[in-house]
């Protein structure tokens, strides 16, 4: 086994810790990588904040970039000192219908998740990247294309293919009305996505405050949310809609905003629903979702933000502050997305 160093809660305590961590020896197709940056995403917030006292130890982070430092004998691919990046999923069935279509994330058998997952060969569970060094199946791990700054690109592998797959699905593009119901971590690079796409973007919002942001960021206007009558001049506008709301809401304001024969992907929140069938009657609207993304789909998306200039916008910080960017993320102070930086995880004295 090989040891490193993360940021741990365990128990029902939601602090994360500095702890010494086993990863295992390189199986023959895998890659060990030193991790230099990792995003912080909600889901890892909802893992350290939902504990109680029957859960297991978990180190978050699933969306991080890096340099190769070993490679197994069997991989082809990468060479030692390569740029790396890696999203949520480490290993999937690789036999199911899914799987063969290149949508690994929808793996029938469930796909391997880069933290709190099961291995599929040794039945360990998966620590994530909030630590120095990970070691990963190569068919998971991609290579960081030229001109990535490698901190700002690290939310792509979870937030930006979260994003990315239902507007490639669907068309955004030149002549296509995209509207994105939310400004935050999935929000904005859905918006600057969507505008480098070519499609006409407009941003939804409770928040009249975003208005400079949205136009920042490319879009073309505000729709502010809490508007009556700005919800209702923009009825039927959009061919599509992509919801990255967080928290509990209801669907009918935002599939009123869908133009007829258009589709309101739902992103952000991944509780339960209610659908009045009248607002998907009246213009023959659809209602999908899309959760992450298969290999090939990250590798376009990664290709494609790197020909564009696309990455998220982020606050660097030194990962002995990741209690504090956990809060914050709690009270939504940050935009949009929190990145932490692992080099100090050698220089670090134990906090105890």
């Known amino acids: 086994m090989r040891t490193t160093t993360g940021w741990q809660a365990a128990g029902p305590t939601p602090t994360l810790r500095r702890t010494p961590l086993k990863r295992r020896d390189l199986r023959p197709d895998d890659l060990a990588i030193r991790v230099d940056y990792c995003g912080v995403c909600h889901t890892d917030l909802h893992a350290v904040r939902g504990r109680d006292e029957a859960s297991r130890p978990v ?24 740029p790396v990046a890696v999203g949520n999923i480490v290993d999937s069935c690789g036999e199911c219908p899914m799987c063969r279509a290149g949508q690994e994330n929808f793996c029938h058998a469930f796909p391997t998740l880069t933290y709190d997952g099961v291995d599929r060969h040794d039945g360990s569970t998966t620590l994530g990247g909030y630590s120095r060094e990970y070691v990963v199946r190569d068919r998971f791990a991609h290579l960081l294309p030229t001109g990535l700054d490698p901190a700002a690109a690290a939310p792509l592998l979870c937030a930006g293919v979260t994003v990315w797959e239902p507007l490639h699905a669907l068309g955004a593009g030149p002549g296509t009305r995209v509207a994105v119901a939310g400004l935050g971590g999935l929000g904005h690079l859905a918006v600057k996505i969507a505008v480098a796409l070519g499609a006409d973007t407009t941003v939804v919002s409770r928040s009249p405050g975003k208005a400079a ?29 992509i919801d990255t709301i967080s928290a509990p809401h209801d669907l009918g304001p935002y599939l009123r905003l869908v133009a007829m024969d258009g589709t309101l992907s739902h992103l952000g929140h991944l509780g339960p629903v209610t659908v009045e069938t009248t607002d998907l009657l009246v213009g023959r609207k659809k209602l999908s979702s899309a959760g ?61």
């Open 213 to 241: 942001d949205a136009a920042r960021l490319g879009a073309r206007g505000l729709v502010v949310s809490t508007d009556p009558e700005q919800m209702a001049g923009a009825r039927d506008r959009f061919d599509i809609v």
């Open 292 to 352: 992450s993304g298969g290999r090939p789909a990250t590798a376009a998306m990664l290709d494609f933000c790197a020909r564009h200039g696309v990455t998220a916008d982020i606050e660097l910080l030194p990962s002995a502050r990741v209690n504090e960017a956990l809060d914050r993320l709690a009270r939504n102070d940050v935009r949009y997305r929190f990145v932490l930086d692992l080099s100090d995880l050698a220089d670090l004295a134990d906090p105890g």
């Open 59 to 82: 180190v978050p982070g699933h969306e991080f970039t890096g340099v190769v430092t070993e490679t197994g004998p069997a991989v082809t691919g990468f060479s030692v000192g390569d």
